[in-house]
Each structure stands twice: as C-alpha cells, then as structure tokens.
C-alpha cells in the first residue's frame, strides 16, 4: 500500500524507484499503469495522471497506449505462443499498420540483440529470455512512459548490460521512464533522479549524483544493495566427495525439442558447503534443476552418497525453490503452506524459519497477497523445514532465490542457504547474481552450452 506519495516525472526524464521488498514499488507501478484499481481493487486518494490521463478513470486498453509495463514476473504479462508474436502483440492491439509493426520490431530486435530468439516459442524460453522479450514489446509498443518492474531480476551480467544500454538508447530518443529496482549498479550513469520508498511512503527524493555519492554505511542502514558492480572472480571449483558424502553427476546430458542444452561429463557438489551453478541465461539452468529433483528426463546417472538415484528416488530425497515460485504455491495461507511439504514442521520451527525469512506476523495471508520477494522467501521456508531429524532434504536445491529481494532480504536468505549446509545438506545454489556468489558460495560449477 502507499500512503502520501507525491511524485512527479518529467517528460524525458528516468526515474529510479528503490526500497526494502514489500515498500510499495510494485504498487506504485500498478497505479501507474491503471492494474490499481481495474485488476486490483483498492481506494484511491488523491491524482493519479499519466500525460494528463487518469489511469483509474479509463479502460485499460486506453492506459496501456500511455504506459507500458514490464512486470517482475513478465509469464503473467504474455499472451501469444511464439515469440515474433508477442513482440508484436501491443502495437498489434493499438492497430499500428504491419508494415511499422515490422519496422518496430527489427529495431527492438537489433537493439536488446534477440534475432536468436524469434523463431522459439515462449514456453522454451529462460526467466531471463522472457524478461528481454517483455521489454522488446513494450519497446514496439512506442508507450509515452515506459513502466519496468525488476526488469533485471532474471538477468546475467551480459544481458543486464544489454539492457541498460536500451535504456540509454530509448532515454537518448526521449523516452520518459520510471524504473523500480533493488539491483543498481547498471544504472549508474542512466537515471536522473532517485526515489526511496519505505512502508509506502517515500522517504527520500534526491538527483542521482547525490545518491551514487551515499556511502557504505547510509546504503546498508537504507537495506539497499550495492551501487558498484560486484567482482567477477570464480569461486574453485568442487572437488570430489569425500568420506561425508554428496552429489555426482556423470556423463549427464539434457535434450528439449530436438536441441542438446548442456552435457555435463563430471561434477560434484559435496555436503556440507554451497556449490553454485552458474551460466548464461538460456544454458539450461532451471532444466538442470528439474533434472536433479526427478520432474525432467536426461541421459546419465545422478549419485548421491555414492548411490545411484532414480528419478523417483530423487523427487523423494531432494528439495526445490524454483525461479518462478508462483507454481509452487499452494496454500490458502502461509501457515498452511509450510505443512503442505514433506514434512509438518512444529509451531515453533515454523514461527521461528518466518521470523528469520521477515515474515513474521503474515501466517495468516494468503501467500498470493505478498510480495514478489515475500512470496520468494516463503517457498524457500517451505523447501527447508522439517524432514528426517529436522534437517530437511538432502539435496537443497535453489533456483535464483533472490530475485525481487533487498539488501537485508538477501542477506536473510543467505544466512538460511549456509544453515542448511551447516546441517549436512547438499546446497545447490543456481544463479546468475554475483553478488550473491559472493555473498554465501564456497564452490562454482559454470554451466557451458552444448
């Protein structure tokens, strides 16, 4: 919710809307774009106006010419089966000749470098993929206000960088965009102005010298994550199991539609510590996850303490938080959600595990009703409760645990990552955040196509 926000964006002008996981970003861009109240139904006070348009008072067809919007989650924004078609989808719909439709297009194209991408279907496609495409739509769309909700949550460092040299090209060409975002060092150099969000008020309004200028201290105290890049020096690679056991793959290969992913000759992941799995969007590393928890086939064998698993054995003995955590979500509250795995943890631990994750007081949301980042932490509470002698799975795998999180959530999370390897666990940590590597990994294994 937000409460006495007084914000104004200027025609040219690119806005970065920053602040703790909860603090009102999402809601900021959902009145923005008309959601709020048309989608979801909430009192609004005060004037809410998008180049003199009242989003609240029109249809949101006719909002959706003003304001586009890349979602933190962009699966719940498309509607076509292949990728050509959704690009196209927006202008499609505001009845722009084909012929520009198709001008529109080879520039979005040329310009977030997705020529590769045009002939696949979006269910194939990786998180991070699909955010690209978003943004491409949204580009051919030629909105007056341009509305990015995470729009790297799902990012490489690579493909981060082809977005923030978009947001260059579109703000040279004068495009007026506002952008909510934990993850800051790519705009550096891009935004002009910074707005702080807390409890839904804002709490600090500054140019963006000035902020870039904040010291360590003050970013930490605000929860804000880091304004440099983080370094980009591998972890040592895994070595192979010892007397305590883990995780060997061998000679294990994936194969979607016809296209060889990834072979993996040999790896490890030993208990006890974090192994993360890092590579380039679209590699196929939630394909390995699916792999590994026995709901994906692939050829090769899967050895856990020097025993062969099944897939059935696997889908018994390892614990997943997938990237998209709104699959995995099924409980009409979050109390319940936490009895719903494999196993039904106390009150205590279930109280205690919400405490350390900040979701203390919400046992009785919905957990469709927070946050992206709540949402994240809680499908992570429920892959690390309970289980035999307390200690949960004996594979605990994470899949980009800590996109849509702040600074203090991400730290969190880590802390929860090292106590399950800290109780024995084989922690496999899959991700493109270096700052997170950094954070909480002891071993890296890249994952290389083909």
């Known amino acids: 919710m937000l409460e006495s926000i007084d914000i104004r964006v200027r025609p040219g002008e690119m806005v970065l809307v920053t602040g703790g996981s909860g603090s009102g970003k ?30 609240a008072e029109v249809e949101l067809a006719e909002a959706g010419r003003v304001a586009a919007t890349v979602f933190q989650n962009p ?11 959704e690009i196209a989808f927006g202008a ?16 979005a194209v040329d310009l977030l470098d997705l020529a590769h991408l045009l002939d696949r279907r979006m269910g194939e496609l990786s998180g991070g993929e699909r955010q690209r495409v978003a943004l491409a739509s949204a580009v051919v769309s030629r909105p007056r206000l341009f509305l990015l909700d995470e729009p790297t949550a799902n990012l490489d460092d690579a493909s981060t960088q082809a977005v923030a040299e978009a947001l260059a090209h579109l703000k040279g060409a004068g495009a007026t965009i506002l952008v909510a975002e934990h993850r800051l060092h ?35 105290d605000a929860g804000l994550r880091s304004l440099v890049a983080p370094a980009s020096d591998p972890l040592p690679a895994p070595p192979a199991p010892a007397d305590a056991g883990g995780l060997e793959l061998r000679a294990l290969s ?11 000759d040999e790896a490890t992941a030993p208990r006890g510590a974090i192994t993360c799995v890092t590579g380039p969007n679209g590699v196929g590393k939630s394909t390995l996850v699916q792999v590994l928890v026995g709901l994906c086939r692939a050829e090769g064998t899967v050895v856990l303490d020097g025993k062969a698993l099944s897939r059935r054995e696997r889908r018994r003995r390892c614990s997943a938080v997938m990237q998209d955590v709104n699959r995995q979500l099924f409980g009409v509250s979050v109390t319940e959600e936490l009895s719903l795995g494999r196993a039904q943890p106390s009150a205590e631990e279930a109280a205690a595990i919400l405490d350390e994750l900040g979701l203390e007081g919400m046992g009785e949301r919905h957990p469709l009703s927070l946050s992206g980042g ?41 802390g929860v990552i090292r106590r399950c390897a800290d109780r ?27």
Not at 93 to 105: A, C, D, K, S
Not at 186 to 195: A, S
Not at 201 to 213: S, Y
């Open 26 to 55: 999402s809601s900021l861009v959902n009145a923005l774009n008309g959601f709020i109240p048309h989608i979801r139904p909430t009192r609004i006070g005060g004037d809410v106006k998008v180049d003199g348009l009242e989003p």
């Open 75 to 85: 699966r719940t924004q498309f509607f076509a089966t292949d990728v050509l078609s």
């Open 92 to 107: 499609s719909n505001q009845g722009v000749p084909r012929e520009e439709i198709l001008r529109r297009i080879d520039a």
């Open 186 to 220: 790519y705009l550096r150099g891009l935004v002009d102005r910074v707005v702080q969000l807390h409890r839904g008020r804002v709490v600090a309004d500054c140019p963006a010298a000035e902020f870039w200028e904040m010291g360590e201290g003050e970013r930490r």
């Open 254 to 264: 994936a194969v979607r539609d016809g296209r060889r992913l990834w072979t993996i």
């Open 374 to 414: 709540q949402r994240q932490r809680l499908a992570v509470a429920t892959a690390v409760v309970g289980g035999e002698e307390g200690r949960g799975a004996d594979v605990i795998i994470f899949d980009e645990p800590i996109s849509g999180l702040d600074l203090r959530a991400m730290e969190s999370m880590a």
């Open 424 to 450: 024995g666990a084989v922690v496999v940590l899959v991700t493109h955040d270096r700052e997170l590597v950094d954070m909480v990994g002891d071993f890296e294994f890249p994952l290389t196509p083909g």
